[in-house]
């Protein structure tokens, strides 16, 4: 009688499961001390705009609360402006307005950015030259060119210079998105999906666009700082929010005028643009870091 000798079948590794990659995830984040001041910095800024009416002690277009220009006191922490306003509800009432313009800035950009990349990577043929062209003309101009030529045309305001922000930064977000589906659409995993007869919309939502949220996201978040700089110059010039709104901006613009006398007027609020636009640029790294797959490993 003959013996038969069967082979063992090799252990196969099992798959990381999602909550192990999303630990692994928080451990190489928390790890980075940018990351974490960055952090730090954007949860101290949401509980100021949060509770902003409980934190002011004054209402921030209130004139006559104080002296013209008085310095920094026991009753205005950072001095009054050239109307009397204090000028610490102001800024911390400002906070709001910034939140609000890097967020739904960077929400324009990305929806159109990602929607024009994707389609032009997933389509190709004369879709994609036709779109990838029209991107490079924008690429040819500065952010800053095309959001003066967005708010010259819909008229200055807050509300026009936040769009004309997100307008501006559209074709970093198609360019990122557009060659991140070139990368994807070259991959095994896809190629199988395409032989087995999946779908456009399995194809695009299913494969592609989970497997290219990493570099997004890192764009985005540090799109937010530079959404928040450019609104902030936009008001400075007088195209972006008008007085007496509390917007950073637009106090450093009406505090220009008396810097020598009271620079506690622009210091101030300089000092808030700084900060809250560094600590997007540090979560932004500690972001890039996490979603890379060789440090998650590590």
Do not use: C
């Not at 984040?29 to 902003?52: C, E, H, M, Y």
């Amino acid at each position: 009688m003959t013996q038969q000798i069967t082979t063992p079948t090799p252990p196969v590794a099992p798959l990381p499961s999602k909550n192990r990659e999303f630990r692994r995830f928080l451990q190489v984040l928390f790890r980075s001390p940018g990351a974490k001041i960055g952090g730090v910095i954007l949860l101290v800024t949401t509980i100021v705009a949060i509770f902003a009416p409980a934190i002011a002690p004054f209402d921030p277009l209130e004139m006559g609360v104080g002296s013209t220009l008085q310095p920094p006191s026991a009753e205005h922490w950072f001095g009054t402006d050239d109307f009397g306003r204090d000028l610490f509800s102001r800024i911390v009432y400002g906070s709001r307005l910034t939140l609000r313009i890097g967020l739904v800035a960077v929400f324009i950009s990305m929806t159109a950015g990602v929607l024009l990349g994707m389609v032009a990577g997933y389509a190709g043929g004369w879709v994609e030259a036709v779109l990838m062209r029209g991107v490079d003309v924008l690429f040819s101009f500065t952010e800053t060119l095309i959001a003066l030529a967005a708010v010259a045309v819909l008229g200055p305001s807050l509300t026009n210079a936040t769009i004309a922000v997100g307008i501006s930064s559209i074709p970093f977000y198609a360019r990122v998105t557009y060659g991140a589906v070139l990368v994807e659409k070259n991959k095994e995993y896809f190629k199988a999906a395409q032989a087995v007869g999946a779908k456009h919309f399995r194809l695009i939502f299913r494969h592609i666009l989970p497997n290219i949220l990493s570099p997004i996201i890192v764009v985005a978040t540090v799109g937010v700082s530079v959404a928040v700089l450019s609104a902030s110059a936009l008001s400075f010039l007088g195209l972006g929010a008008q007085p007496p709104s509390p917007e950073w901006g637009a106090i450093l613009a009406a505090g220009r005028d008396y810097f020598r006398r009271a620079p506690w007027v622009t210091t101030f609020p300089g000092l808030a643009i700084a900060i809250t636009v560094l600590g997007f640029n540090l979560l932004g790294d500690g972001l890039r870091e996490a979603l890379d797959p060789q440090q998650r490993r590590s």
